[in-house]
């Protein structure tokens, strides 16, 4: 149980940490975002200048050179010679923007809510945990059947983000709602399964 807890808060830590950098640097790329007085920079994340230096213009949106990583992938999908557009670009298949106009957002979230369930996974499984339908049934009556349900809802939710191309998309609040709901449940089975063991 604590390597599960440890692995788990490693990886939403990592995974929180990475979209606070990711959406800070997008609200500075956004034309949405433009204006000192702008929404975007009522909460964080967002970049702010050190105490005692002028503050940062947000006047304009900034630039942001991609990585060779970047470049790669859209020559491996577009091909050596993409169809360019009127001004010279070639479009690129981008992620949807969510309700925040972030594009950052649903990526991170999808894939922390994926990580999270693996880690629940595979730490249930190392008890016969109810990680799928048949093992769900051999647990009814040992828990109440609202937990039961969770973890389909739950499951159900990975598997949406796993194999569907069209599903509602994930927030970090539901990543993080995510998480600790996967650790409450895995304390519940830890629990009923110590004391089935004692029994």
Not at 155 to 183: C, G, Q, W
């Given at each position: 149980?604590?390597?599960?807890?440890?692995?788990?808060?490693?990886?939403?830590?990592?995974?929180?940490?990475?979209?606070?950098?990711?959406?800070?640097?997008?609200?500075?790329?956004?034309?949405?975002?433009?204006?000192?007085?702008?929404?975007?920079?009522?909460?964080?994340?967002?970049?702010?200048?050190?105490?005692?230096?002028?503050?940062?213009?947000?006047?304009?949106?900034?630039?942001?050179?991609?990585?060779k990583?970047?470049?790669?992938?859209?020559?491996?999908?577009?091909?050596?010679?993409?169809?360019?557009?009127?001004?010279?670009?070639?479009?690129?298949?981008?992620?949807?923007?969510?309700?925040?106009?972030?594009?950052?957002?649903?990526?991170?979230?999808?894939?922390?809510?994926?990580?999270?369930?693996?880690?629940?996974?595979?730490?249930?499984?190392?008890?016969?945990?109810?990680?799928?339908?048949k093992?769900?049934?051999?647990?009814?009556?040992?828990?109440?059947?609202?937990?039961?349900?969770?973890?389909?809802?739950?499951?159900?939710?990975?598997?949406?983000?796993?194999?569907?191309?069209?599903y509602?998309?994930?927030?970090?609040?539901?990543?993080?709602?995510?998480?600790?709901?996967?650790?409450?449940?895995?304390?519940?089975?830890?629990?009923?399964?110590?004391?089935?063991?004692?029994?």
């Amino acid at each position: 149980m604590e390597l599960y807890l440890d692995k788990s808060s490693k990886a939403m830590l990592a995974a929180t940490l990475s979209f606070d950098y990711a959406r800070s640097a997008e609200k500075m790329t956004e034309w949405n975002c433009v204006g000192r007085d702008n929404q975007a920079w009522n909460n964080g994340p967002f970049l702010a200048s050190p105490a005692n230096k002028p503050d940062l213009d947000r006047s304009y949106p900034y630039c942001f050179k991609t990585s060779k990583e970047f470049a790669m992938t859209a020559q491996i999908i577009l091909g050596d010679n993409p169809e360019k557009l009127e001004g010279g670009g070639v479009k690129i298949p981008l992620p949807p923007k969510d309700e925040n106009e972030s594009r950052v957002e649903p990526v991170l979230a999808k894939l922390a809510i994926i990580e999270q369930f693996e880690l629940f996974k595979e730490y249930l499984s190392t008890f016969d945990g109810p990680t799928n339908k048949k093992r769900r049934k051999a647990w009814e009556g040992k828990v109440e059947s609202s937990t039961l349900e969770l973890v389909t809802d739950l499951t159900n939710r990975r598997n949406e983000l796993t194999h569907d191309s069209i599903y509602h998309l994930p927030t970090m609040k539901e990543a993080v709602e995510y998480f600790y709901k996967l650790r409450q449940l895995a304390v519940i089975f830890t629990e009923v399964h110590l004391s089935s063991k004692q029994s």
